[in-house]
C-alpha cells in the first residue's frame, strides 16, 4: 500500500527534511505518524501525496512508483486517496450536500451517482439532517464531519487525515477518530498525523515516530514517547 525504500528529502535550502527513512504500511492498516513540529511529519505526507519527490530511494503507493508518474498522471494517482485537512477547508457558499458531491463532480461522477452516493456517506458521518446547511452555521466538528464525508465519497483506498483534530475540542476529536476508526474496519488504509497523546493511547494503533527526519519509534504501545510540540 506505502512504501518507503532508503528515502532521503533534501530541499533547495539545504535542509535535510527526512533521512534514510524505509517504512512498509499495508492495505488495511491505521497508523498514527508521530513527531514534534519540523520532524518531517509535513515531507512524509507531501512525498505520499506526491506533492515532493524524494531526493534519493522510492516512494510506492497503491502501486505507483511515484518518482516515475507523468505530470498528467498525478491526478489520477490522487484519485485513490482521500484528504481530510486540520482546516476543513470547505467552501463556505456551498452547501454541506454541495461540498460533498463537488468532489465527485471534479472526477466527473454522474449526477444519479452524486445523487445517490452523497446522502449515504453524510449519512454515514451522521450529518444526514445537515445537508442543506452551510460551513458557518456548522460546529467546527460537523465541518470536520463534512471533510471526511468529501474524502470518503470517492471511496479511496487510503484516508490521509493530517491533524484532523487540530481544531476542534477533545470530546470531538473522539468521535471523528473513531469515525476514522470505523471507516479503517470497512477496509480503508488510514494514515492519521496527530500531536494529541490521549488519541493515541486510547485507540491503540501502529505508531510511527519521526524525530529530525527520520524514523525514531514503530510499534503498538500504551506509551507514547515522543515529544509534544
Known sequence: MIEFKNVYKIYDTGVKALQDVNIRIDKGEFVFIVGASG????????????????????????????????????????????VVF????????MTVYENVAFAMRVIGA????IRSRVPYILGLVGLQDKA???????????????????????????????????NIDPEMSYEIVELLNEINRRGTTILMVTHERD???????????????AVVSDSVSLEVPYAAE
Do not use: C, W
Not at 515532493?52 to 489520477?76: A, M, W
Not at 456548522?138 to 471526511?148: D, M, N
Open 39 to 82: 520532524a518531517g511529519k509535513s515531507t512524509f505526507l507531501k512525498l505520499i501525496m506526491r506533492e515532493e519527490l524524494p531526493t534519493g530511494g522510492e516512494v510506492i503507493v497503491n502501486d505507483f512508483k511515484l518518482s516515475k508518474l507523468k505530470r498528467k498522471q498525478v491526478p489520477y494517482y490522487r484519485r485513490t486517496m482521500g
Open 86 to 93: 486540520q482546516d476543513f477547508r470547505l467552501i463556505d457558499t
Open 110 to 113: 454522474s449526477r444519479r451517482d
Open 132 to 166: 442543506k446547511s452551510h460551513p458557518r452555521e456548522l460546529s467546527g466538528g460537523e465541518q470536520q464531519r463534512v471533510g471526511l464525508a468529501r474524502a470518503l465519497v470517492n471511496n479511496p483506498a487510503l484516508i490521509i487525515a493530517d491533524e484532523p483534530t487540530g
Open 199 to 213: 488519541l493515541v493511547r486510547r485507540f491503540q494503533r501502529r505508531v510511527i515516530e519521526i524525530k529530525d527526519g
